[in-house]
Structure formats: structure tokens, C-alpha cells
């Protein structure tokens, strides 16, 4: 089972749930897909057992075949080829690794080549199986890491998912395939604003969600009104609460000095279980 | 003319509410708000719009059934998964490369211009305001980034304005890099977290990169003394200024609740910290 | 020798335009015969790659020198691979800024004057 946790608004608390869901349940895999600035190692600090270079294929030109012919410039969608007399220029941010002048060479004089445009961490912590993209600071593609970093999903366990924020395409890939999407928000004008964002983007994906309130109000009796008039699925709610804040400065999950989170928690999974047990 | 960015790397860390404090003090500006992807600004300058335009960009795939033979040459040919096994592309998958129509041997594939969003021009009691929304799970490559910031460059332009308060996009990718290329000071608000410190290190690197000068803001400094202190050391080891320190402060949540700046708001002590950062802004 | 101005409108009498890749016209002047082409760009709606674009297509008119306000780095690699010589910074009439680079008074641009994606509008 796939349970992405994700948000419209940034800094709502995606990476302190994901985390403690995670801590709760022990046996499972952690996935931080926020490639330009994962953040869930901060909390987990899992052994890295292993590093490895993301790449991209990106074209390269045999100079004893190319003509000249400009094809592979006519073809590229996202102008990341120029042909002059006697040289082809590659500007690779523009590459979208789509693979058409390759396959449309009409002299087959271009061949893919890898290039890195990140890194791959894996390890583990108290039978969290922890895998991380990193992207290279001045890359502007993370979409294609976010895809290698899902592809490290092991079937037929449960897999959380770190999301970046937005609603646009990294959030989206991240996502997309999930059996079940947490949405974080916390009860402000901005945290309300992105969540409706964020819930019709998942509705649009066709993925079951339910959110978690974060910095909540103990007599906050407007959101859950609000929730219940939009039938919103609220899950959990996460208090503003100063311990937890100090807690999340130093980098410290905040199930370990408050073991009853811990139940809460495994009662979310639950109910993401059974909601997901149901849905089509 | 100067161009101002407010960014963090990390989202949550008080990006809108020091842009919105800065549009409130600086004079004879324009506002834009290049978060294109959940944009914020407008909820604190309560924004009058006077002009809405449709972003066109890229395109999508098309298959027409009727010509469809199912031979499947797109799908094998296609890298982003966005063909179905009944031959239907999927917009969301589908990134427009366009190589689906041109392997069909049926012709069967036509590429569709995609309306990826709206950007507005509008008038607030601060100044003209340049906003955009993109669509829901749209690409945010950056272009639509880049039409707000190109057009309200050129508003400040024709009004003679002297300075483009910008509110940047969380994240280090495209959106962020077209915010930043070219402006003439990026402006870092951190909080004091790990994470967040991680995540603005990140984008001093980016800044270093692109060659923009940066200042730093800590908010809500007094949640953890000890690890501002942290970051006062980060700065001066980088030669980055630390230009404010802003207190968690309830005035700060009473005021995007009532939808305003801070600055209206705030008074003593909290408005003389934005005052001061307004000063170590422009100086 | 060709040069090409990038131009707010079709006549000497127009306004350079500042940006190369987005400009709305490149206006070629062969300095042998005095003769003046008016190239309507392309590129002035793409959403992406105008200054490559319209890089290329100095080439392969065969332009050497090209006078402009502001070009950006994927433009100007374009620029220098294809052996052309650029002038930025250049402002007022056509008819001025050609006048200025003939008197030796425009010295070519070693580095790109903008970011990317400045010229977007």
C-alpha cells in the first residue's frame, strides 16, 4: 500500500507526519520525494547504506554520422537543440529526456548518454527501509528523480511518501499512483487556501485522502465545522503545542517523548487501511 | 528600478508575510507574487483585478479512436507512461514532446495547445500587483513565473517605479530559478529548525550560483534561541548579513487572519523590526 | 557585411527593441550594398528557447555582427558557436545605433548581459 502525504501550502508539517507514521509503524518503507529539499532525514536519521547517482539520458551527437541535417532540432518540443554549420549545441535544463531525436535521427547519429542531476540515498532505522533524492543545487528537473525514487517501491509493503508542496507537476508525480494521499493544513488563511487546492488536485488524480490539522487550536470549533459542512475527511488533529515546536527545531520526532502519539497514529493507518480496503 | 525576492527554500517560514510587510513599507513599488503554484500574496493585499489573461503553454497529446489501428508504436515510443493500454494519453502524464505524433504510422495523434493558467494585473491599496494561478497538477516550468515578473518589470518600468517587491516560490527548481535569475537581491527567511536551516543553505548555494546577492531574515527567532544563534553563525561564516529577527508574535497570525500586513497592525518593538529590515533592504 | 538590429518596428526610424530572442523584428543591413531586410521574429509568443531560435536564425542568414539591448547565455552560446559578434547595451533609433557601431563607437560583448528567460513578456 502507497500513502503519500502531501500539501498545497509548504512548512504545514508533510514531513513530521510522514516521519512519525512511519516511526509508528516500524516495519515499513520511507520515501522522501521532496528532491529539492528533503527534509525527513533531519528526523529520521536512518544509517545510509548506500549512495547513487540519479541521472537523466540526454543526447550526444557522433560527429562522423551527423549531417547536419537540423531534424533532431526540428523535433525537440522544448528547443533544447540548436544546429549551425558544422555544430550542434545541447542545452541540457531545457532536455526533457524525451527521447525523440534519438529515435527520429534520420542518420542514427545520436545516442543517449547519462547525466547526473542528483543522488539516490538508501538505508534503514528500526525496520524503516529510508530512501531520499537529492536534487544538484541549480538543476531545475525534479520530476525525473521524484519518478526514480518511486521506483524503489517494494511491492506488497506499505510505503509512505514525502511529498514536495504545490499542486504542480513534482507534487503530481509524487502522488500520482498513490492508494491514499494525507493532506497536512494547518487552520490559517494561507494553510485553508492551498488545501482546497491541494483536495481538488488528488480528486482530479482519483485518490482517496483525508487530512491532518497541524498547529490546531484546542477550541478551534470552526474547522471541524467547516470540515464536516465540506465533508472534508479530517483524520487527525496535531495541537500548537510548544513542546512539539521545540521538538521539530532540534530535528527529534515527537512520537519518541510522547509515546501516546504513537497509538494516534497507528489508529490514522488504520483508517487509511479500511478507507482504502473499500475504495474501487 | 530594483528587484526584491523574498525566498526560503523551505515553505512555512513566513515567506508571504515579510513580502506583504515589505510591500506595505516600501515606496513607489510593484508587487508580484511568483508562487504561481499556491499563491498567497493576494490574501494580505486584498487585490482589485483589472486584467485577466489565459497562460498558454506546451501542449498535450490527442489520440482520435476513429483513426487509432492499435498498433501501439506511441506507447512504446512514449517515456512519460501517459499512453493507456486502450490508447488514451493521459494530460497529466502526457509532458508534450510530441514524439507519440510523429512515430503514429495512422496519424491518429494531434497535439493540443494546453491553457495552463491565469495571470491577472491588478491595482491594491499598496500599488499594482502582478499574480498568476496555475492550473491544478499544470507543469510549473517556470514560464508563467517568468510572464509575472516580466510584466510587472515592465509596469514598474512605465510608472517609473523604483522598486518590484517579489514573493518567491518554496523549493530550489524551475519556478525558483526564474524567480531569482537577474533580480538584484534575494531576501532568505529561515526559522529556527534544522530543517529549515538545511533548506536555506540550499538556496544560498542557488543564489551563490545564479550570483545574487542575499540578506537573511530569521522569523519567529524566539522559538529556539539557541539554534538562531546557530544561525547567526551560518551567516557570518558565509558572509551573509542577518538583517532582522522577527518574534513569534500573536499580532503576526491576527493579521494574515484579518488579511492585512503585518505592518498594519503591528506597533512598538514587532513594527520597528520590520522597519529595520525594510532599511537593511534598500541600503 | 550583415549586421542585424533588433527592432521595435520594420524602418531605420524605429527604436532598437531591447530584448533579442522576444524582439518583434530583426532588421538586417548589408553595409556593402546599404540594403535593408525586415524580419518579422518567430519567436516574439514561444513559451520557451526564442533566443536559441532566433540565435539560429542570424546564422543561417548569414549575419556577423548583431546589435541588441540585452541577450541571454543560451542565446549568446548560440551566438558565438555560429562565429557572430554581438553588441549589447544598445539603445535609441536603428539608424543611430548603426551610425555608432560604423564609427567604431560599439565594442562586442564577451559575457551575456541577462539571466535567462529575461526577455519572457
Known amino acids: 500500500m502507497i500513502i503519500s502525504v502531501a500539501s498545497g501550502k509548504g512548512g504545514t508539517g508533510k514531513t513530521t507526519v510522514a516521519v512519525n507514521l512511519a516511526l509508528a509503524l516500524g516495519d515499513c518503507q520511507l520515501l522522501d520525494c521532496d528532491v529539492e529539499e528533503p527534509n525527513a532525514q533531519v528526523f529520521l536519521k536512518a544509517d545510509i547504506r548506500a549512495r547513487e547517482p540519479a541521472t537523466v539520458r540526454v543526447p550526444e551527437i557522433d560527429y562522423q554520422k551527423c549531417d547536419f541535417c537540423g531534424k533532431c532540432r526540428d523535433v525537440c518540443a522544448y528547443h533544447a537543440l540548436a544546429v549551425l554549420p558544422g555544430k550542434v549545441l545541447f542545452f541540457p535544463q531545457m532536455c526533457h529526456s524525451c527521447g525523440a531525436c534519438e529515435m527520429l535521427c534520420p542518420r542514427k547519429a545520436i545516442r543517449e548518454t547519462d547525466r547526473t542531476i542528483g543522488e539516490i540515498e538508501t538505508g534503514d532505522r528500526e525496520g524503516i527501509r529510508f530512501v531520499q533524492g537529492k536534487l544538484n543545487v541549480g538543476e531545475t528537473m525534479a520530476p525525473p528523480l521524484i519518478r526514480q525514487v518511486k521506483s524503489r517501491i517494494e511491492p506488497n509493503s506499505v510505503a509512505i511518501l514525502d511529498a514536495p508542496p504545490g499542486t504542480s507537476c513534482p507534487m503530481v508525480t509524487a502522488v500520482r499512483g498513490s492508494d491514499f494521499c494525507i493532506l497536512v493544513t494547518e487552520p490559517t488563511p494561507f494553510g485553508m487556501n492551498d488545501l482546497h487546492l491541494a483536495i481538488d488536485t488528488v480528486k482530479k488524480l482519483g485518490i482517496p485522502y483525508g487530512v491532518v490539522v497541524n498547529r490546531a487550536e484546542a477550541d478551534d470549533l470552526k474547522t471541524r465545522d467547516y470540515f464536516k459542512s465540506n465533508r472534508i475527511p479530517l483524520l487527525l488533529k496535531i495541537p500548537l503545542d510548544r513542546k512539539i515546536a521545540e521538538l521539530y527545531s532540534i530535528g527529534t520526532p515527537f512520537i519518541g517523548p510522547m509515546p501516546e502519539y504513537r497509538e494516534k497514529f497507528r489508529a490514522l493507518f488504520k483508517t487509511i487501511s479500511e478507507t482504502v480496503k473499500v475504495s474501487p | 528600478m530594483k528587484q526584491i525576492l523574498v525566498i526560503s527554500g523551505k515553505g512555512g517560514t513566513g515567506k508571504t508575510v515579510l513580502t506583504g510587510a515589505l510591500a506595505a513599507l516600501a515606496p513607489n513599488k510593484v508587487m508580484a507574487d511568483c508562487d504561481v503554484d499556491a499563491a498567497n500574496l493576494y490574501l494580505l493585499l486584498n487585490p482589485s483585478i483589472r486584467e485577466k489573461h489565459p497562460f498558454q503553454s506546451g501542449a498535450s497529446a490527442v489520440i482520435d479512436p476513429a483513426l487509432c489501428s492499435r498498433c501501439g508504436q506511441c506507447s ?69 513565473v517568468a510572464k509575472v515578473r516580466e510584466t510587472a518589470g515592465e509596469i514598474a518600468e512605465s510608472k517609473a517605479a523604483d522598486y518590484v517587491i517579489i514573493d518567491g516560490p518554496p523549493g530550489i527548481g524551475c519556478p525558483v530559478i526564474a524567480s531569482l535569475s537577474g533580480v538584484d537581491l534575494a531576501v532568505i527567511v529561515t526559522e529556527p529548525s534544522l530543517s529549515a536551516i538545511h533548506d536555506a543553505e540550499r538556496v544560498m548555494d542557488l543564489a551563490k550560483h545564479f550570483e545574487v546577492p542575499v540578506k537573511l531574515v530569521v522569523n519567529k527567532w524566539d522559538i529556539n534561541p539557541a539554534v538562531t544563534e546557530d544561525i547567526q553563525k551560518l551567516c557570518d561564516s558565509r558572509h551573509v548579513p542577518l538583517i532582522g529577527q522577527i518574534p513569534f508574535d500573536r499580532v503576526v497570525v491576527e493579521s494574515v487572519l484579518a488579511g492585512e500586513p503585518v505592518t498594519e497592525r503591528a506597533d512598538g518593538s514587532l513594527k520597528e523590526e520590520f522597519i529595520k529590515i525594510w532599511e537593511a533592504v534598500r541600503s | 557585411m550583415k549586421i542585424a538590429i533588433t527592432s521595435e518596428g520594420r524602418t531605420l526610424d524605429s527604436a532598437v527593441d531591447p530584448r533579442f530572442g522576444r524582439c518583434g523584428y530583426f532588421l538586417i543591413i548589408d553595409t556593402d550594398t546599404d540594403k535593408v531586410e525586415a524580419l518579422q521574429n518567430p519567436g516574439t509568443q514561444q513559451t520557451g528557447g526564442a533566443g536559441i531560435q532566433a540565435g539560429q536564425l542570424m546564422a543561417s542568414k548569414g549575419v556577423e555582427v548583431v546589435l541588441t539591448g540585452n541577450m541571454g547565455p543560451n542565446a549568446f552560446q548560440v551566438i558565438q558557436s555560429a562565429g557572430i559578434k554581438v553588441v549589447t547595451g544598445v539603445s535609441g533609433k536603428i539608424s543611430e545605433a548603426l551610425r555608432a557601431y560604423k564609427d567604431g563607437k560599439l565594442s562586442p560583448a564577451e559575457n551575456p548581459s541577462v539571466g535567462s528567460k529575461s526577455g519572457m513578456s
Open chain 2, 76 to 144: 512504446a515510443a512514449c517515456r512519460f507512461d501517459a499512453v493507456s493500454r486502450d490508447f488514451v494519453v493521459n494530460p497529466i502524464a502526457c509532458e508534450g514532446c510530441g514524439l507519440c505524433a510523429r512515430v503514429c504510422p495512422a496519424g491518429a495523434v494531434t497535439m493540443k495547445e494546453n491553457t495552463a493558467g491565469d495571470w491577472f494585473v491588478s491595482e491594491t491599496r499598496y500599488g499594482p500587483f502582478v499574480h498568476a494561478k496555475l492550473g491544478l497538477a499544470e507543469e510549473n516550468s517556470g514560464k508563467l
